[in-house]
Nanobody, 120 residues
Framework: QVQLVESGGGLVQAGGSLGLSCAAS????????MGWYRQAPGKQRELVAK???????DYADSLKGRFTISWDSAKKTIYLQMNSLKPGDTAVYYC??????????????WGQGTLVTVSS
């Protein structure tokens, strides 16, 4: 009923840039927030950036300035522009959305994930 489709992952050289996108679809009443998380092998999943329905954003302190989140509310899509990539950014990046599917039902939805590999 509700799904998130991510795209844009791949292999990039250190210092390069990469853009990710995530589109939400389905019978969504509204979206409270969407964001990006990442998880490297053997490590915990961590917040990268998120954006709320009002437009406010939150970034991991270590990433602010290099990564930028944006959105197109009409398309129910968020984007993540990643610049000055480092090998430590290598991870599976997951899209997340807090959605209202009915007037009384809330869901936390995760995308399948897209792998970003930064070579040195």
């Amino acid at each position: 009923q509700v799904q998130l489709v991510e795209s844009g992952g791949g292999l990039v050289q250190a210092g390069g840039s990469l853009g990710l996108s995530c589109a939400a679809s389905g019978s969504i009443f509204s979206i409270n927030a969407m964001g990006w998380y990442r998880q490297a092998p053997g490590k915990q999943r961590e917040l990268v950036a998120k954006i709320r329905s009002g437009g406010s954003t939150d970034y991991a302190d270590s990433l602010k300035g290099r990564f930028t989140i944006s959105w197109d509310s009409a398309k129910k899509t968020i984007y993540l522009q990643m610049n000055s990539l480092k090998p430590g950014d290598t991870a599976v990046y997951y899209c997340h959305a807090d959605v209202v599917v009915t007037s009384r039902a809330y869901l936390a939805v995760w995308g399948q994930g897209t792998l970003v590999t930064v070579s040195s």
